[in-house]
């Protein structure tokens, strides 16, 4: 039994060497497929509207962190950057033997283009850095055409004014008038990509109800809409309305459209089958797909002319305001002594948009400062309704000061086209002169105050007026680190910030190893916290987050730019992972009823629409 023992033993060590020897022998001759560099720029068609995005892909290949392109020469497209992700893997090849690897690595940058005008625009040749060189795409034309109009929707884009000047704030109205239900909305205003002009956030109108809130990307700059209802060309629409300020900062008259929106609207169903063979389809009864078409609806063209502000009858004071302004100026206290601070308030009123709105320094005004001291620096502006706030900190030099001088403001006013200056009013105060401090005050002497300039004399007492008996000290015992701690719990404050920096650094190197694995990984649990966050909300908002979630979910899953996907994009993605028909459709018709619910107008049970997305997610994570 023992001899059989070390036979089998023997042979077992025999064949590991055996083994070992093939995978040296096999191994000696693998080799690495090196990868050219090579950047290429692709994009969704060739053929669009006026106001429809479509995405440009600029793709890297031979490098997964290569630095951002230069797209600086796209002037006919409105931009943006829809993020980008690694285009890598790696796989390995066996021919007679020979083992090979291949190893692929790329990057992938995706943007959203729109065309501002109709005709055949160019994107031209594109400059990317890969590898340490500089490649250039090839150039790519896009045929645009004008967009037509259509009886279910409108958008009207209006300025209050064709006539303006540098520097004066203007109020953008955008509203857009929805006539049916779609998703995938995509407004393009080309005077927000102007660099002409300086574009702000408006405060929205007081009592507006929150519940008829919508979030819009524009730009990518997050707007915040108002849905309601409205009444064009004797038709009752669905309103979605959104504000924003447009400054001038250069003159010239401009003429160009006011914008579109894009949205993709339902126009029916069609069969669709796990089979390709249209024999099974009856048999096993295909499921829905909805079919979608494009509608892109223009605003009318705007017309501005911006003139620059006259240089005759400038004040001297003038820093740029642009608008009608009122001013009030408060203070407290009013009854003070010289040195003591006294707080002064400044109230501008003027324009609707104040944001950019700045009070000149006050110590360029000179009959304050021939008063008072005044502070270089100067507390930024607070919006108050209608008005800009400012405060400064300002005190009497003496006590002859009886009121606080007016405060002057130079701007131009548009209405009348001439520069104007207002006051505040002065605001009387009283000032009290300051007792003069002697040295018998100092050493704490009694009798008659010293005046100023006379000759000090020694005070019999001197400080020791003011002397206490040692009896009053309490001793208190210094303390050792030896007393406050152990040698083991100093020794263990100090490794801690060491064992603290290597459990960082080993985070950090797990994440760099793969982070859309932990990405993938931690995307059910992320979703499940924010369907719990959607707890409570009206449907408005449970549809807007559900979306949100469900982007992020199969970003993360799919390892995709979680923002850009649409109902469109599921099965294309999903079918091929082997994900159930039946689970498409389910999240296909919940990504159609959140859109309905944001830009239709319809009311939904958000709980529900929360419980059957869970489940619908649970399935799929079993599955993905």
């Not at 969704?44 to 230069?70: H, K, T, Y």
């Not at 002057?408 to 505040?424: C, L, M, V």
Request: hydrophobic share 40%.
């Amino acid at each position: 039994m023992n001899c059989m023992n070390n036979i089998n033993l023997i042979s077992s060590r025999v064949m590991g060497l055996v083994l070992a020897a093939f995978l040296l022998l096999g191994f000696a001759g693998v080799g690495a497929a090196e990868q050219e560099l090579s950047v290429q720029a692709a994009v969704e068609s060739r053929e669009v509207m006026v106001g429809e995005p479509f995405i440009l892909q600029i793709q890297v290949a031979g490098d997964d962190n290569p630095a951002r392109p230069d797209l600086s020469g796209l002037t006919d497209f409105t931009v943006q950057d829809m993020g980008g992700q690694q285009n890598s893997s790696q796989s390995i090849t066996i021919v007679n033997g020979k083992y090979t690897q291949i190893s692929s690595r790329g990057y992938l940058f995706n943007y959203q283009l729109t065309a501002k005008r109709a005709g055949n625009l160019i994107i031209p040749a594109i400059n990317a850095v890969a590898g340490g060189r500089t490649f250039s795409t090839g150039a790519i034309t896009i045929k645009a055409r004008e967009p037509e109009e259509s009886d279910d929707f409108k958008l009207a884009i209006s300025l209050p004014k064709d006539r303006a000047y540098v520097g004066e704030p203007l109020i953008l109205t955008v509203t857009w008038y929805v006539g049916k239900e779609c998703q995938d909305v995509n407004f393009t205003i080309p005077l927000f990509q102007d660099p002409t002009f300086v574009v702000g956030d408006l405060p929205l109108p007081v009592g507006t109800d929150q519940n008829s809130l919508l979030r819009l990307i524009l730009d990518g700059r997050e707007i915040i809409a108002v849905r309601g209802r409205g009444v064009l060309e004797g038709r009752e629409f669905t309103t979605v309305t959104f504000r924003q300020v447009v400054i001038p900062t250069r003159a010239g008259s401009y003429a160009q459209s006011g914008g579109t929106v894009s949205c993709k609207v339902l126009t029916g169903y069609r069969r669709q089958s796990r089979f390709n063979d249209s024999v099974f389809n009856d048999f096993f009864g295909g499921g829905r797909q909805g079919v979608y078409q494009t509608e892109i609806t223009p605003a009318p063209l705007i017309n501005l002319t911006v003139s620059e502000l006259p240089a005759k009858g400038k004040p001297p004071g003038f820093t740029g305001p642009v608008g009608q302004f009122s001013m009030i100026a408060e203070a407290q206290p009013v009854k003070v002594r010289v040195g003591d601070p006294i707080t002064l308030t400044i109230h501008l009123t003027g324009p609707e948009y104040l944001d950019n709105l700045e009070l000149p320094p006050l110590t360029g005004q000179p009959a304050l400062n021939t008063e008072f001291k005044v502070p270089q620096a100067m507390a930024p502006g607070e919006l108050k309704g209608r008005s800009k706030v400012f405060t400064q900190t300002i005190r009497a030099k003496h006590g002859g000061v009886k009121a606080i001088p007016p405060v002057s403001f130079a701007f131009f006013n548009p209405r009348s086209g001439r520069y104007e200056t207002i006051e505040s009013r002065a605001i009387p105060i009283q000032v009290e002169e300051v007792r003069t401090v002697t040295a018998n005050d100092a050493l704490g002497t009694a009798g008659p105050q010293v005046v100023a300039g006379t000759e000090l004399k020694v005070s019999d007492q001197g400080i020791a007026f003011n002397y206490e008996d040692d009896d009053l000290l309490v001793p208190i015992p210094s303390a050792t680190p030896g007393v406050l701690f152990s040698k083991g719990q100093q020794g263990l404050l100090i490794l801690l910030p060491f064992f603290y920096l290597l459990l960082a650094m080993g985070r950090v190197w797990q994440k760099k190893r793969d982070p859309a694995r932990s990405r993938s990984r931690r995307a059910a649990g992320e979703f499940t916290s924010a369907l719990t966050r959607l707890n409570g909300l009206d449907s408005l908002q449970v549809s807007e987050g559900l979306l949100v979630a469900l982007r992020n979910y199969l970003g993360a899953k799919l390892r995709q730019a979680g923002v850009t996907l649409t109902v469109r994009d599921l099965e294309p993605l999903l079918k091929p992972q082997g994900v159930a028909l039946e689970i498409i459709a389910g999240l296909e018709d919940i990504f159609q009823q959140c859109e309905a619910l944001r830009y239709g107008g319809k009311s939904a049970d958000g709980a529900e629409l929360c419980r059957k997305a869970g489940e619908l997610i649970r399935k799929l994570d079993r599955e993905l």
